[in-house]
């Protein structure tokens, strides 16, 4: 019903930057809150950053001042731009929206997960 398709991952040197983006397509009404989250080996998934459809933001304390997400709700897109990165950064990161979709309710959806890799 719903698909979200993240790219921009990758292997960077400590101190780069990234830009993510996820694309969400399918039976869609409208999108709510949509976010990036993160798991590195070993460890529990954890937020990233999240936005909501009118544009409130929030943050990990770890990226804070150092990743920013945005939205583009007219393309259903969120992105995450992270600068200064730092080998902690490590991790897979996944896209995360709740949608409204055509049929009715709402539903979390996830995207398949995009790697990044920082090198100190």
């Known amino acids: 019903q719903v698909q979200l398709v993240e790219s921009g991952g990758g292997l960077v040197q400590a101190g780069g930057s990234l830009r993510l983006s996820c694309a969400a397509s399918?039976?869609?009404?409208?999108?709510?809150?949509m976010g990036w989250y993160r798991q590195a080996p070993g460890k529990q998934r954890e937020l990233v950053a999240a936005?909501?459809?009118?544009?409130?933001?929030n943050y990990a304390d770890s990226v804070k001042g150092r990743f920013t997400i945005s939205r583009d709700n007219a393309k259903n897109t969120v992105y995450l731009q992270m600068n200064s990165l730092k080998p902690e950064d490590t991790a897979v990161y996944y896209c995360?929206?709740?949608?409204?979709?055509?049929?009715?309710?709402?539903?979390?959806?996830w995207g398949q997960g995009t790697q990044v890799t920082v090198s100190s």
């Open positions: 936005i909501t459809s009118g544009g409130s933001t």
């Open positions: 399918g039976s869609i009404f409208s999108i709510n809150e």
């Open positions: 995360n929206a709740w949608v409204e979709i055509v049929a009715g309710g709402e539903y979390d959806y």
